[in-house]
């Protein structure tokens, strides 16, 4: 079994940065596939991005391309997503999970964490 904890979620301005990073314990982390999504009100859960096992391979959802990067501490057993120039349209929900493989597919993912809100003001 594996388990997830995020932590850095928050209320900032627009323009402003976050750090989310989620903490992870149980068998074989270093062979699985990390992804962080988002569920903003009223709507589905969505990709945001995720780090292949070995760390070689990132992948982005394209609203956030270019103000996100995932990236991975195996010291600490966490994934990290910095957040750059938020939006109020990055106002939602953040999810971080565990999957056997790379995807962008909610159903791919196993293991997920409790979720930490994020809310970005205008």
């Known amino acids: 079994q594996v388990q997830l904890v995020e932590s850095g979620g928050g209320l900032v301005q627009a323009g402003g940065s976050l750090r989310l990073s989620c903490a992870a314990s149980g068998r074989t982390l270093w062979s699985l596939n990390w992804g962080w999504f988002r569920r903003a009100p009223g709507k589905e859960r969505d990709f945001v991005a995720a780090?292949?096992?070995?760390?070689?391979?990132?992948d982005y959802a394209d609203s956030v391309k270019g103000r996100f990067t995932i990236s991975r501490d195996n010291a600490k057993n966490a994934v990290v997503l910095q957040m750059n120039n938020l939006k109020p349209e990055d106002t939602a929900v953040y999810y971080c999970a565990a999957a056997p493989v790379y995807s962008r597919r909610v159903d791919d993912y196993a293991y997920w964490g409790q979720g930490t809100q994020v809310t970005v003001s205008s």
């Open positions: 780090i292949r096992w070995r760390g070689d391979s990132t």
